[in-house]
């Protein structure tokens, strides 16, 4: 279902050139996209979670780039293919890099029990959201802010100088948009 959702978003919204070439990538066999966890043991960690999160991203991300007040106040403004670019394939990152293990851990009454987990597995170490926008751009090519939003999405939660994210949404705010997505979608809907 989830799947069909995101081709749904995709084709609805993305057209620029690359974009085809991009998403039949994405159905690939050599990409994991609509299978991979979203995460190794929190949000999202199931198989699908990652479809699931980047489909909640996008509808956060358009609803609050809805709001009178961002419109208004803010005056943000961005087409229905920036929302669904950034909003759909920010976490491109994890695409290939989750691997099916078991750990160990406490049932309801205390006992030792081994559970389906994952491990992170990298072979592409390149960052986080810099690794979507470089995977992103060897198909499309991105705006300016398009490419800003998605290498600071995970705002002063990443590993990134404070300086450089504060930077980054002054000068980007689909930036700080989507970060403030990610985040409601990681926190309210997925936790």
Request: negative net charge.
């Amino acid at each position: 279902m989830d799947k069909e959702i995101f081709v749904d978003l995709y084709k609805k919204y993305i057209k620029r050139e690359g974009a085809d070439e991009l998403l039949n990538y994405l159905l690939s066999s050599k990409s994991d996209f609509f299978e991979a966890p979203c995460s190794t043991r929190f949000h999202l960690s199931e198989p699908g979670g990652l479809v699931k999160h980047s489909i909640n991203v996008f509808q956060c991300l358009k609803a609050y780039l809805e709001r009178p007040r961002v419109k208004e106040v803010y005056n943000l403004a961005y087409s229905d293919e920036t929302i669904a670019i950034v909003g759909l394939l920010h976490d491109l990152c994890k695409v290939n890099v989750y691997k099916k293990t078991i750990r160990n851990k406490k049932d309801e009454s205390g006992k030792w029990i081994q559970v389906p987990s994952y491990n992170f597995d990298d072979d592409l170490p390149y960052g986080h959201g810099e690794k979507s926008v470089y995977i992103i751009s060897g198909f499309m090519k991105l705006s300016r802010d398009e490419a800003f939003a998605i290498r600071y999405h995970m705002g002063f939660s990443g590993v990134e100088e404070t300086f450089n994210v504060g930077k980054a949404f002054s000068l980007y705010p689909l930036a700080f948009a989507l970060s403030t997505a990610d985040m409601e979608s990681t926190y309210f809907l997925e936790n």
